[in-house]
């Protein structure tokens, strides 16, 4: 869904698609790219997310180097609240949880490392500090790059106006450009993690669809058939939407209400780990506040229940959780592959103890 960037950014070169078009192109390639080897998979998202960042970071180097609007470099303004409302602060919450999503496809790909165990947690570790410090520090250079929080709010693509202004018009759409290459490669990225996923789940607990690879790469194709199945249903659903921009903040959202709860789980996980563990009570703690954040951010989602059209994506993602939870009562042989999952139980063994598994 990478076309609203891309239909401005091939644009300023003179090729003036209908993002239909783009979306359809993204997601053949996007496929065939999947299929891949996972070495030349990984290699080529790597690439284009390396390219694009540093693309941004080149420009926030200018930026910097100018000083900005207010003429100095370093300034504490993008760090103050200025008298903003907390519900405005928790709005900013929920848009930087959205950034930090997908941090955790480092472990998707466990299975094809020769050293998951010594390699995923410091891949994690590093991925989250990279785009923290990426993430704070280009929305600190483009904020203090404005007059003031009016005249940001009514900027279309912030990044790519205080490039043209500080920079070179040239540099701008270069980074508008980066910007769709880095969409592409983070859906390249969903699509070799989820596929890998469902392989995973597929295996010991799901239809032997699931469970075949490719001779010649060794991909899942079985799963990456369901997954592309899928991402094909969504991209139709929109696809008589006028605006890509519109097309894309709807299907996104839905993906974010999902994600929102998967990581609850996950947290709610962790802390059981570390009571189980006797961890140090600082980790359970740690753990509790970002439960609490992310209650937060339920809070500031759907309550209110938001307006059409986002309200049926909140809707749209309460029956996918309810038919996710049905599916293992409706469908028995599903229920048996969970009950005897070796992966599963594994899992189950990490974070219960042994004497819960019996």
């Known amino acids: 869904m990478c076309s609203s960037d891309l239909q401005p950014a091939l644009g300023t070169l003179g090729l003036h698609l209908t993002w239909q078009v783009y979306a359809i192109t993204a997601f053949v390639l996007v496929m065939g790219l999947a299929y891949l080897d996972i070495k030349v998979s990984a290699t080529v998202i790597l690439a284009l997310e390396g390219a694009s960042m540093l693309l941004v ?8 180097a100018k000083g900005g609007f207010h003429g100095h470099a370093f300034s504490p303004v993008p760090f103050r609240p200025n008298g903003v409302p907390l519900s405005v602060l928790g709005l900013g919450i929920v848009v930087t949880f959205a ?23 410091p891949a994690i570790a590093v991925s989250l500090a990279v785009v923290a410090i990426y993430a704070i520090g280009v929305a600190a250079v483009v904020t203090n790059a404005y007059p003031g929080i009016a005249q940001l709010s009514k900027a279309t693509v912030p990044l790519v106006t205080v490039t043209d202004t500080y920079v070179a018009s040239w540099m701008g759409e270069l980074v508008n450009i980066g910007a769709v290459v880095s969409l592409f490669g983070a859906s390249l990225a969903c699509v070799v993690g ?32 369901w997954v592309g199945m899928g991402s094909l249903l969504t991209m139709l659903l929109f696809i008589r939407e006028p605006l890509a921009t519109r097309a894309v903040a709807i299907s996104f959202t839905y993906g974010g209400d999902l994600i929102i709860v998967a990581y609850i789980l996950v947290v709610a996980a962790a802390i059981i780990f570390t009571i189980r563990r006797r961890m140090s009570p600082v980790k359970t703690a740690i753990l509790l506040i970002g439960l609490a954040v992310l209650g937060y951010v339920v809070k500031d989602t759907f309550i209110p229940i938001p307006a059409a059209p986002y309200r049926w994506d909140a809707l749209a993602a309460g029956i996918t959780l309810v038919a996710g939870i049905a599916l293992p009562f409706a469908y028995p042989p599903l229920r048996r592959g969970i009950r005897n999952s070796p992966l599963l139980k594994a899992g189950a063994s990490a974070l219960l103890g042994d004497t819960e598994r019996k």
Request: overall charge positive; glycine content about 12%.
């Open 57 to 64: 970071i080149v420009a926030c180097g200018i930026i910097l």
């Open 194 to 225: 989820a596929s890998r996923i469902l392989f995973a789940l597929g295996r010991d607990a799901g239809p032997v669809m699931l469970r075949r690879t490719s001779r010649t790469t060794g991909a899942p194709v079985g799963a990456q058939i």
């Open 99 to 121: 950034n930090f999503s997908g941090f955790e496809a480092a472990a998707t790909l466990g299975e094809e490392s020769r050293q998951p165990r010594r390699l995923i947690p």
